[in-house]
């Protein structure tokens, strides 16, 4: 499954969209299966050749941008690629974030 098709870029808001938002919808998942950083997608827009995403990043745990070229070109400490969770179901961020352990 591509990182982002055409089917996901047409449902993320713009950047900023959701910025007054307290717990926004998240619309993808991407992650690196043999380490624990996962992209948890809220908004993004295209960037001349390049994609913008914004979202919550467990790994560093924060919000921050990321672009799609930098997530196609990771590789984790084994060379795996990030992929797009195929069984990701859009929610609120709460809802489909894993609280941390107590």
Do not use: I
């Amino acid at each position: 499954m591509p990182l982002l098709d055409d089917e996901l870029r047409a449902r993320l808001p713009a950047l900023y969209s959701q910025e007054a938002e307290g717990d926004p919808m998240v619309y993808a998942k991407f992650f690196t299966p043999d380490s624990n950083w996962t992209w948890y997608v809220t908004e993004g827009q295209a960037e001349g050749d390049d994609f913008r995403f914004f979202g919550f990043v467990a790994g560093p745990d924060d919000f921050r941008y990321f672009r799609l070229s930098e997530l196609e070109a990771a590789r984790t400490p084994l060379g795996q690629p990030v992929e797009r969770d195929p069984a990701f179901t859009e929610g609120r961020l709460t809802d489909v974030v894993p609280a941390p352990d107590s």
